[in-house]
């Protein structure tokens, strides 16, 4: 019953209009009612203790500097650079595409960002190119969620608060599945744009290729110290985002000297826009992770689950088939909050490791930015695209057919998540 009324109270307020961070606070007061402990007291305390905590500093800081990063010059670097290695082959610029969303992913952790980024400069020179605009608003929207998968990666930093798991294993085991995404989204691509007749861009020379390379190595040079910074226990993740800060700021400023001081205020506003929003759901998540806990929903959840207890495998497909329905109608944030202290004591008590079973649920959220109706990155590809929704998902269901391949994957073999934690953890 306690399960019922969580949902029901949830879903019901979603319906209506509310926002997610409101019908959290709602539902909770609903099982706070349900099980006569309702107090305003705990309600203030658990809002507070949400958003009071150190590794969620990391967020804002790492939103900052994705929003530094676009406005300091690094995006069109990172595609001048993409173009001199493979703007001459045939589909060039969507392979620029995918190699400009793996190294935009290195920086900013966020997919809207980092398809918004993308396709204002992408979706219209391949349009110009002769390309597809439905075709080439799916690839930009395919490629963009990868951005969440690689770190550094704003969803691992919430899933690691909310379920107390390390986040910068976590950041460890993103970096293979978000390489094979991007392997995956350019097989597709060059399946896909083989018989296409479409302007392709001469040949860079070995000079013209060095020079891209040198100005984007600032850009380049980012993902490394963050990875190996964090690898080698010289800072934290937290510590990690104020580090990017800086980093952009100096590049913005110093190397490329495209950040001005009212572009700074413009990008500090929209990063505290963001930040808020984020800020304010995790600490309602935290209401209703407090109350799930006392009603011992999870436990329902174990009996209704029971059948695929055993079985491991069987177990992570029926959960992540149950989130990607979840995430036709939800966004990756809230998700994640809602769903990640129900699930948690199902998943270790079946003996699965937290950090892999972290990856994928994150990467199962991800795949949810590309289903209707929702869809956030769908609409935001949509947008820059200038495109509609029934053109977009004609061009972007090949690459939803990669994600969940490269999803049966991960389930089957653990290893490709597991393998490298261990190497990179050493």
Avoid at 13 to 35: E, R, T
Avoid at 213 to 219: D, V, Y
């Amino acid at each position: 019953m306690t399960l019922t009324i969580f949902v029901g109270s949830l879903l019901a307020a979603m319906a209506i209009g509310v926002p997610i961070a409101f019908a959290l606070l709602l539902s909770g007061i609903a099982l706070m009612f349900y099980l006569d402990v309702f107090d305003t007291q705990i309600i203030a305390q658990n809002l507070i203790s949400g958003a009071d905590n150190f590794p969620l500093m990391a967020i804002p800081f790492f939103i900052l500097a994705g929003e530094l990063m676009n406005r300091g010059g690094i995006s069109n670097r990172i595609v001048a650079f993409a173009l001199a290695l493979v703007g001459h082959l045939r589909g060039g610029l969507g392979y620029v595409a995918v190699i400009g969303s793996v190294l935009f992913a290195g920086l900013s952790g966020s997919a809207v960002a980092d398809t918004a980024a993308l396709g204002a400069i992408l979706i219209p020179m391949m349009v110009k190119a002769g390309y597809d605009r439905n075709s080439s608003s799916g690839l930009i929207a395919g490629s963009g969620i990868i951005a969440p998968v690689i770190p550094p990666s704003i969803p691992m930093i919430i899933f690691g608060v909310t379920a107390n798991v390390s986040i910068t294993k976590l950041f460890m085991g993103g970096i293979v599945p978000g390489l094979l995404m991007g392997i995956g989204i350019a097989i597709a691509w060059w399946m896909l744009s083989r018989k296409t007749k479409v302007e392709v861009l001469p040949r860079k020379s070995m000079k013209e290729i060095f020079k891209t390379t040198l100005q984007a190595f600032w850009a380049l040079l980012l993902p490394v110290i963050i990875i190996v910074g964090m690898r080698g226990g010289i800072f934290t993740p937290t510590e990690a985002a104020v580090v990017a800060v800086f980093y952009a700021l100096f590049v913005g400023f110093v190397i490329y000297r495209e950040l001005t001081i009212s572009a700074l205020i413009e990008v500090l506003v929209a990063s505290a826009k963001t930040t808020s929003t984020v800020m304010f759901l995790a600490a309602a998540a935290m209401v209703s992770a407090w109350l799930i806990t006392i009603a011992n929903i999870p436990a329902d959840l174990v009996h209704l689950l029971s059948p695929f207890m055993e079985n491991q495998t069987l177990l992570l497909l029926v959960i992540m088939a149950l989130v990607l329905l979840i995430g036709t109608a939800m966004d990756l944030t809230p998700t994640l909050l809602i769903l990640t202290p129900v699930i948690m004591p199902i998943v270790l008590q079946a003996g699965i490791d937290p950090v892999y079973f972290g990856i994928l649920f994150i990467f199962t959220n991800c795949i949810g930015l590309l289903t209707p109706p929702v869809g956030t990155v769908l609409n935001v590809a949509c947008s820059v695209g200038k495109t509609d929704m029934q053109g977009i998902l004609k061009g972007v269901w090949p690459y939803l057919i990669v994600h969940l391949v490269i999803l049966l994957l991960l389930i089957v073999f653990p290893s490709i998540i597991t393998a490298p934690i261990a190497f990179l953890s050493r």
